[in-house]
């Protein structure tokens, strides 16, 4: 019963939290008395759930112990429900810390004087959960921060949870360069789910909840709900006030055009709005984490390169529930399932590539093409083309583009378990098992 444990000892409501978790995970009679003998059968199968759900290694939990070790400050990013509050309280369960969610307003009040209440808990790590709710508090942090190494007490002091990107980064960096880290924190991905359970997390995707619910509907339902709360409450808190269905409109036009070269033309006549508007709506939704923006390959003088971005619905669970797709035989008969799994792989390999490296694709006029160029820290270049066939071919614009680009390693991802060689230069290989290597770059 560790999990619990720690849940309870920082504060977080007991009776709220399990119950909900049931009935996502498909027990809807909530959380059985301990001393109940009708409910031991039950309970014993909700607290494995429980565990399962909230104590799947995160593979950043040791790099965000280590950024703890080493700075004052460290920012954990990421959309809302992907386990940041899970993640830091399982660390903080290892110390002494204080943990306070500033969406409600019991713990806001707490910070009506921060620097009196953050002086009480000099000797903790304090976790301030949605801190974008707080803005002001920055200014706060840094002269607590500053007071603090100045008294021998300089790293592991706060932990701030956030759920937007650039606004977020904006403010902390304004107010805490040189004392502050930053770390992003997605759902689950095929590394941490392990390979017997990729095909399910790429059609239901990586929210926790949505992952492990007990039944397809359960999950397709809490993405639904997902992506209403969004479009209803949690996007007017970060950018102007836009009309909910014309957002989710958009939003479905993503993932209708998943994985493909922005045309940001016809997204606009499709919505009757300007090409402007239709940036500030990407841009929105980049920055809240749920939309990436593939950026093209530019560093080849002598070829015409496609100039435009590409973009995909970051998880490919939210992308099918946008468009109605139940479940993987759904999936497997809809136009869009090539182009999910090349979003679902690009994703993976972009979160296991190590820090500092950079992600493009590659297009030329006449067609050539690499699906995901990793640039690692030392310069090297990876060339990575996804297939969804079990049995993948070379297609000649990728050996045309790998003959322009000189990669040191080419891939053909796909589908198996089973790694071969395609021609001297080429393997074919596993999601999985390509993110390991990738991930162990340096």
């Known amino acids: 019963m560790k999990p619990l444990v720690v849940w309870n000892r920082l504060g977080v409501p007991r009776g709220r939290r399990l119950s909900q978790n049931a009935k996502l995970l498909g027990y809807n009679d909530g959380w059985p008395p301990v001393n109940s003998k009708a409910g031991d059968d039950k309970y014993a199968i909700m607290e494995s759930g429980f565990i399962i759900a909230y104590m799947l290694t995160r593979r950043l939990a040791p790099r965000l112990t280590g950024l703890l ?62 801190v974008h709710r707080t803005p002001e508090i920055f200014q706060r942090l ?89 479009l209803e409450r949690d996007i007017p808190q970060f950018g102007p006030r836009i009309a909910a269905e014309t957002l989710r409109r958009f939003w479905t036009m993503l993932a209708h055009n998943q994985c493909q070269v922005l045309n940001a033309a016809n997204l606009a006549r499709g919505l009757g709005v300007t090409g402007k508007t239709i940036a500030g709506y990407l841009d929105l939704m980049v920055d809240l984490l749920l939309v990436r923006r593939l950026q093209p390959w530019h560093s080849n003088a002598g070829k015409r390169l496609t100039k435009s971005p590409k973009v995909y619905v970051r998880d490919t669970g939210i992308a099918h529930a946008l468009l109605g797709i139940r479940d993987k035989e759904a999936l497997l008969g809809h136009p869009v399932v090539g182009h999910t799994w090349e979003s679902f792989a690009i994703e993976t390999l972009i979160g296991c590539a190590p820090e500092g490296s950079e992600a493009h694709y590659y297009r030329t006029a006449n067609g050539t093409e690499v699906d995901l160029i990793v640039t690692l820290p030392g310069g090297k270049l990876w060339a990575i083309e996804v297939k969804r066939s079990s049995a993948p071919h070379l297609e000649r614009g990728f050996r045309s583009a790998c003959q322009d680009l000189r990669p040191a390693r080419q891939f053909v991802v796909y589908p198996g378990e089973e790694r071969f060689p395609m021609d001297e230069s080429t393997d074919a290989i596993g999601l999985v098992e390509l993110g390991r290597e990738l991930q162990a770059m340096k």
Request: glycine share 10%; charged share 25%.
């Open 142 to 230: 840094r002269g607590v921060i500053d007071a603090g190494r100045r008294r021998g007490k300089g790293n592991g002091r706060f932990l701030l949870l956030g759920s937007a990107s650039m606004d977020l980064l904006r403010q902390t960096g304004e107010s805490l360069a040189g004392r502050i880290s930053y770390l992003e924190l997605g759902p689950f991905d095929a590394l941490e789910v392990g390979g017997s359970e990729t095909e399910r997390l790429w059609v239901r995707g990586g929210f926790p909840l949505s992952f492990l619910a007990a039944s397809d509907d359960l999950s397709l339902e809490w993405r639904r709900n997902f992506i209403r709360t969004y």
């Open 69 to 130: 070790q080493h700075s004052p400050a460290v920012v954990l990013i990421g959309p809302r429900q992907t386990g940041k509050t899970t993640l830091a309280l399982t660390i903080a369960a290892g110390r002494e810390a204080v943990y306070l969610d500033l969406e409600n307003e019991d713990d806001r009040a707490k910070l009506a004087n921060p620097a009196l209440y953050l002086a009480d808990h000099a000797t903790r790590l304090v976790i301030l959960d949605e």
